[in-house]
């Protein structure tokens, strides 16, 4: 069956913009979550969302990341402003509740 | 808070070597334990997991024990092959208050195997 799926896979942008990154769980996961993998901070949990419950966003850097998660289903990861320490790999992983968590291929992020 | 502790790499083998990556873990309560390998220009793909004490997860030959009285969750395989190239990261999740199961990662270890 289709895994997780991410776009853009490369996305490069430049200081000061706003960039949306997208993710496509497994149908009927209920359970998502984003990761930022970078060469200095290895791979870090940003945020959750499971059903209709408030998210989890106690990993969110700065209030300049912000995510949605429209009817249960497809994630956006939202950006403002970025910044050059902003470039690394972001994740998305789906699961059923309590889970195994699979993961897209990722989106690589560079900050000019 | 939760922590991932494993060995730096990278480390290089010959084809058949016997591998062990260290991996300790810090977590209040019971964690379950993962092994993730991300094969070069792949996503993270599960390798093995274990939810509690004295488990041993297994899969492609890896095993890794659950060790609560040493918080370790070692990865071993007997005789690893060039295919095995990759970075091996090790992780914990423990299931939070809103159900959730955020992983908490250890900085990776690449392994280069060599014929």
């Known amino acids: 069956g289709a895994g997780v799926s991410q776009s853009p896979s490369n996305k490069v942008t430049e200081k000061g913009k706003d960039v949306e990154l997208r993710c496509d769980p497994i149908?009927?996961?209920?359970?998502l979550y984003w990761y930022r993998q970078s060469l200095g901070q290895g791979l870090e949990f940003l945020i959750y969302?499971?059903?209709?419950?408030?998210?989890?966003k106690s990993g969110l850097p700065s209030d300049r990341f912000s995510a949605e998660r429209t009817g249960g289903s497809v994630s956006t990861l939202t950006i403002q402003r970025t910044q050059q320490e902003d470039s690394a790999v972001y994740l998305c992983?789906?699961?059923?509740?309590?889970?195994?968590?699979?993961f897209g291929p990722g989106t690589r992020l560079t900050v000019l | 808070g939760n922590s991932v502790t494993q060995m730096e790499g990278p480390v290089t083998l010959s084809e058949e070597a016997f591998l062990t990556i260290n991996c300790t873990y810090t977590?209040?309560?019971?964690?379950?334990l993962f092994w993730y390998v991300q094969y070069p220009g792949e996503g993270l793909q599960l390798l093995l997991k274990?939810?509690?004490?004295?488990d041993k997860g297994s899969n492609k030959g890896f095993e890794a024990t659950y060790r609560k009285e040493t918080t370790s969750f070692h990865l071993e395989k007997g005789s690893v092959q060039v295919s095995d190239s990759a970075v091996y990261f090790c992780a914990l999740a423990r299931r939070d208050t809103g159900g959730g199961n955020k992983l908490t990662f250890g900085t990776g270890t690449q392994l280069k195997v060599e014929l």
């Open positions: 977590a209040t309560g019971y964690p379950s």
């Open positions: 969302f499971q059903g209709n419950s408030a998210p989890d």
């Open positions: 274990a939810t509690k004490a004295d």
């Open positions: 149908s009927g996961h209920t359970a």
């Open positions: 992983a789906s699961s059923s509740l309590a889970d195994t968590q699979y």
